[in-house]
Structures are given as C-alpha cells and as structure tokens.
C-alpha cells in the first residue's frame, strides 16, 4: 500500500529503527498518462519552478494522437504560445481553444462542453492571468457545485477534467480533486530539463508517485 | 463618387480550401465565400465576386455620395467592418478595374485584427485614388512578380528586362500570345483594358425576415423570447420553399429614437429543429444588455443548404462531434464569436504575430505529429505584455548583464536583476515601413526559480515581461 508509505515511515522513525531496502524511501515511478487520468478531476499545480503548462499540453497530445477531442479553456490575458505547442506535435487546428473575458466565467465554459460528451479531455487554465493578477485565490474561481458537476460529467463520459492552477496545498481546488500533483522543473545537464509530475494526491493509486520526462528548453533558452 | 473598389482578403483561400478536394467544392465553399460578400454588400449592394481569383472582389460606391462624405470616409467604414468579421485584407479605391486590382497586389501589408489586441497598429490604410491619371500610374509601377502569373514566364520575362505591368504593356498582345503562356496573353489584355468588362454583381436572395411589434414595450428576456417564438414556424416555413434550412438568426432590436441592437446567434450545424435555435437565441438574450425597453424586433433567418449526414461504413468515433460542435455554439453564443477560437501558425518575425487566433465552428479531427523523443518546454505568453515595473521582479544591480545595457532608463523605472541568465539577447525587429520595433529577448531566471521570457524595447527604452516558460 503505497498510501501508507507516510504513516509508516514516522512510527520507524518514531521507534528510532532504519529503513532496510530502499522500497520505501523512493517514490514510486509511474506513467502519468492519458488512461491514467480518464474519468477523473485532475490538478496541476504550479509553483514557481514549475512546468505544468507543458505537461497538460504533452497530455492534449497525446489525446490527440488516441483520438480523443480535446479544449483549452483560459481566460483571455495569456495563452499557451501556440508555437510551442506545435513543436510537441499538436495539432492546432484540431484543438479547441475557448478564451472567455474572466478566469471565473472558465469553469462554466467547461460545464457546457462536459455536459455534450463530446470530448475526450478539457484542460481549465486557472494560471494563465499576468502575474499581476495573482491575487485571487485559483480555489474561489471554481464553486464546489460546479466542480461537484464536473466530476460526476468526467466520469460519465470517460473523459480527463484538468485544472491548471497556482500555488502549494493550501490553494488546491479540495477533496473533489481525484488526482492532485506538483510539477517540477528542475535543469538537467545539456541545456535540458527535468520535468517531474509528482503526484501528492491520488484517489485511485495512492500518493507518491511520480513521472519524470526530460525537455528541451525552447528555442534560445540554454 | 463613381469608383470601383477592388477587396483583397487574404484569409479567405485559405478557409475556403478547408471546403475543396481535388476541384470539388463543398457546400461550406459556397458558404464561406457569401458570409464574406455579406460583409461587403452592406457597403454596396453591387459587389462581383471573382471566380479566378479567391479572395478578390470588385465593387461599385456610385450614387453612395449621400451616405458618406467622401470615398476615404467609405473605404475606411469598409475597413472596420472587415476587421471586426475577422478578415485580414487589402483595399484599393479607383477608377479601372486593372488599376484597382494591381493597386491592391502590390500592397505591402495587410490591415488585420487580433481579438484581444485591437487592429494591427502596423497595417497600411486604404488607398484612395483621386484621378484615374494617379491610379494608372500606380497601376504600371507595379511589378509582375506580384501577379499570379506561370513561374516559367515570369522568369522569361524578367530576363529580357521585362519586370513591371509598364515594361509588359510596351510589348505587343500578339507578339506575346506566340512567345509565352495564354495566361500571360489575357493578362496584357486585362491590364491594357482591353477585358475592362462592366461589374457583374451577384445579386443576393431575398431575405427571410420578420418584424415583431413588441407593445407595450418590454425588455424582459423571457417575454422577448416568447414573442420571437411565434414568429420562428412562419420563418422556417420560408426557409424550407428554398429547401433549405437555417443556419442562425440575426436579430435587429429597437430602442426608441432610432437606438438599435444588432445581434447574430448562428447554429452549430445548419438545422431544421427550432428547438435548438431558440435555445441559443435564450442564452444570448440573457447575456445581453439592453439599454433600455425593445420596441421593435427584426428576426432574420440565415438559410443554409442542408448537409447530408455521411453513412459511416467503418466504427462510429466514440465521441459525438455533432455533440461538441453544439456546445461550441453555446459558448459562442454566450461568450461571442471570438470565445471559440483555434490557433493558426504565421511566418512571422514578432511572437505575438506568429499566430493568429481563429473562431472555429467545427470540431476536426485532430492529425498530431508522433512525439519525438524529448519535447521542448512550453512558453506562457502574455496578450499584452506588462512592463516590468509592475511584475515584481527582483530589483536592481548593476553587475546585471541586462542591467548594462539599460542606461537610458527613467529614473524611477526598476531595473531588472536575474539570479542567472539563460538566453540572449535575440533581436527581433518588424514594421520598419509604418511603426518600427526592434525588441532584444532574453530568457532569465529568477531567485524563486521562475524562468521568464523578457524583452528590452529599443524603441521606448522600456523592459517588458512578454511571457515565462511553464
């Protein structure tokens, strides 16, 4: 039970004993993958090392290539910048992107694209205001009906509900949440990068797990 | 003001290949290329559409002299109203058709619009002639280069010095039809006026249209709602003598003292259930602000042929396209036209030009590229770029490489400290012939770990946070 990796590891630290074989003091590697997450809310939460941008958009790709129609909603002061998104093999004229006035109205946008079944993942871009708007709390933008809603739509149709927001813990979206992870980047050697889905909440698997992918920097960036 | 106007969109070949196989032209073809002439007829009932060249159109402002003050005036109205739908184009006012045509091709630059920038500050504006002798010159200035003539005749041409309409006009017609391509023949021949044919407008259909009296007047969206409906049955029965079906209402309310409210809610798929429409006409009466009680509505339906349902021989795709396309057309009614939107690539210099959002009402399906075996971190792009000041970032030494190169800076402007420095400058410079920009980009890290994508503004001595990498 990889759940209890926590517990476990304060009552031997309590009893003052060691850990024996190194099973319990790695976190478990697993794929963070499209059927990993169908039917579910998943969070990404960015700090500010953060690369949850460019692991939900490896997701919409990999949709794309299984098939599946994917949406972007964001509000309208900042995008994905769709070059990128292009250099990780999406097809942009097949990704819907839904750009309302307010990060509060995205939510509700996501609500009616659930609602038809007609897609197989929708990525809520919570994150994408200026830095000068950081002030509000990603967690008031989305009301707990609505999530509540967006959930039991996720499972229905089989489909991955992914919410990009800021912060630690503390600013999660809450207990709807069915698989909530961190995503680190880290610099690597080479001029590349070290991205690290790690996983702290997981209704299905349990937390502490993880994936790490390695990227290039875009263009310029050494 | 008798002129003739020659109208370049240069977006439009493009969607209308989405709608063309192989020479064969789909019902959208027919459609993209009317919603675009709609544009245009509401500046000119007389407007011909040019089968040999998507994208161009020819149209007569006589007898308009009462409505505008001058052609300047008319052709900017035109302008805006083509930026609002979205088009990206090219406008020349004259007096010969060549003269126009060749005017409009030669234009360097197009007048374009990003939704959530405004209208492109480094686009031309149109050209309005004053005297036929000023457009006929332009017009013989002009080089053949920019015409779409055979590739083999242009550099046969350009060999004997033959490189402008001027240089080609001093050749002989016949001379020419011997020597190279028909294609080149007709071209002389349209350029020296010889096929300077009468506009032959395409007369548009009659529309469907009904006006409900709303009395007294009210502005409760619901009531609204239910006086629209009982005129929906009549309106669908004329769209189907045409046997077609609607592709969306346009809805025109009045407000006492000639204030209006113009407003269009468009279906997913063109449709024969009244259902579906009424629904989308709910949501954007609820969104709608009106600014005070509707006295009048005008409901004009947009018919569409119908689309036959395709019989799949292979598996049906898990998701209903039809069922996402429905939704779409909520949102598009609920949040506008240009909610719903997909991004387009431009071979462009400056980030924010090297794409252009594009509403989308269709749901393709999606051709990814296979993924390679390491991707490249994505970039968060800011529509507007802010100004440092106002991004927090850590302030001031000046051991900073970028800080160096920043002595001009007003005084109480911060200066901008990374922690490291990952990338740069890269100089990227645009619109040299209208609003020069030269921009130097730099990736740069930050104590906290962010890593952001800024430039220095060599133009307004400014530094800007344009994006970070996430």
Known sequence: MVSAVPLLKDEIARRGLRIAGAALAEPATRRFELAAIQGRIVELSAGTSSAALTAALVLVGEAQRKGETAAWLTARGASFFPPDAAALGIDLAALVVVRVPEAQDVARAADRLARSGGFGM???????????????????????????????????????VVFLTKGDAAGSLGSLVSLRAEVVRRRAK???????VEVVKDKRAGPGWRHVEVFYGPAGLR | MDRLVCVDLLDLPERLREHEHRGWRGEGYRRALDEAAAVLRGFSPRVEISDDEPGIFFMDVSGLQSLYKSASQWAAALSGALVAAGHEHRIAVGFSRF??????????????????????????????????????????????ARFPLPPDALEALKRLRVVTVGDLLALPADDLLARYDDEVYRFHRFASGERDLPLSPQRPEEEISEIIEVDPPDDNAMRLLFMLKQAMPSLYE??????????????????????????????????????????????????????DLVREIRATLIPAAEEPEQLLLVDRPARDPAAAERALARLRTEFGDHAVVRARLRERHLPEHRFVWEPVARVAPAQPVP????????????????????????????QSPVATHDSRLQPSAPVLVPTAFLGGPYRLSGGWWRRPVERDYYFVETRRGEVLWVFYDRVRRRWFLHGRVE
């Open chain 2, 238 to 291: 004329r769209v189907a003598k045409r046997h077609k079906v609607a592709a969306g209402v346009a809805l025109e309310l009045s407000f006492g003292q000639s204030a209006k409210l113009y407003t269009v809610v468009r279906l997913a798929r063109p449709s024969r259930d009244e259902g579906v429409l009424m629904d989308l006409i709910r949501l954007r009466l609820d969104t709608l602000e009106l600014p």
């Open chain 2, 371 to 398: 993924a390679g075996l390491a991707g490249t971190l994505v970039r968060r792009l800011y529509a507007s770029p802010l100004e440092v000041s106002s991004c927090q970032l850590p302030v001031a030494s000046r």
């Open chain 2, 99 to 144: 003269g126009v045509y060749a005017v409009v091709k030669n234009q360097p630059s197009a007048i374009s619009h990003q939704p959530s920038a405004g209208p492109n500050p480094n686009s031309k504006l149109p050209i309005v002639f004053r005297s036929p002798a000023a457009e006929r010159a332009a017009a013989l200035r002009v080089r053949l």
């Open chain 1, 122 to 160: 929708v990525v809520l871009d919570l994150g994408a205001t200026p830095a000068t708007d950081n002030r509000q709390p990603t967690t008031s933008r989305v009301p707990v009906p609505l999530l509540s809603r967006l959930g039991a739509l996720a499972q229905r149709h089989n489909m991955a």
């Open chain 1, 190 to 196: 080479s001029g590349r990068f070290a991205v690290s």
